[in-house]
């Protein structure tokens, strides 16, 4: 039940964060003729349609899937080096979530380069030989490749591991206090029955 909740929240999680991150990687991108959110969203709208802001949603679901699995197993696994029994150890907590971050997002990084290529259309790319938008993953990963080589697949990796460490530490550090608290109030009402 549990990852059944994990997929409908992520579908739906994901279904509402696309176009706002089609509108934010296209306004930071380099020379964005955007200089507001309204701009660019009614931009994109009149000259892509609405299937512009959707365009990457499979690829961001695609990234997603093993990003999550990489992070929750990694963090697991350096919880029963760092801390095997279990026990509310925050020094642990951080330490394991910022590497499973880091871990998770640089080997996810190829599947967000797509994601990115897709929101923005990158006219580098649109302009090395390919005709109309990048549609789809599979579009979008040859399209690295034409244009950077295998090497282009890590571009921003050390950005998105930077912007990882902290995020995931943090909501690890936070969601393993708020456990220890709850069950700690749990067990006092116990045994206060």
């Known amino acids: 039940m549990k990852s059944a ?12 964060m696309n176009p706002a991150e089609v509108v934010k990687q296209r306004m930071q991108m380099y020379n964005s003729p955007y200089h507001r959110v309204t701009d660019c969203v009614r931009a994109v709208w009149q000259n892509e349609g609405a299937g512009a802001f959707y365009r990457s949603y499979t690829t961001q679901l695609t ?8 992070h929750f197993m990694t963090y697991e696994f350096l919880q029963e080096h760092f801390n095997p029994q279990r026990r509310y150890n925050p020094s642990s907590h951080v330490l ?5 971050g880091a871990v ?7 599947l967000d380069v797509c994601k990115t290529l897709l929101n923005t259309q990158e006219s580098l790319a649109l302009n090395s030989n390919i005709t109309g938008h990048i549609t789809g993953m599979a579009s979008a990963f040859r ?8 090497t282009a697949y890590f571009r921003g990796v ?4 930077i912007y990882q460490i902290p ?6 550090s ?19 029955k």
């Open 104 to 110: 998770a997002a640089a080997a996810t990084t190829p």
């Open 158 to 161: 050390q950005a998105r591991v």
């Open 5 to 16: 909740a994990g997929c409908v929240a992520t579908l739906l999680h994901d279904a509402a």
């Open 63 to 70: 990234m997603n899937v093993p990003f999550q699995a990489i």
């Open 96 to 100: 394991s979530g910022a590497c499973a």
């Open 143 to 150: 399209t690295v490749y034409q244009v950077g080589g295998v």
């Open 174 to 192: 936070v969601y393993e206090f708020f456990k220890y608290l709850i069950t700690k109030r749990q067990e006092e009402w116990r045994a206060a």
């Open 167 to 172: 995020s995931t530490a943090i909501a690890w």
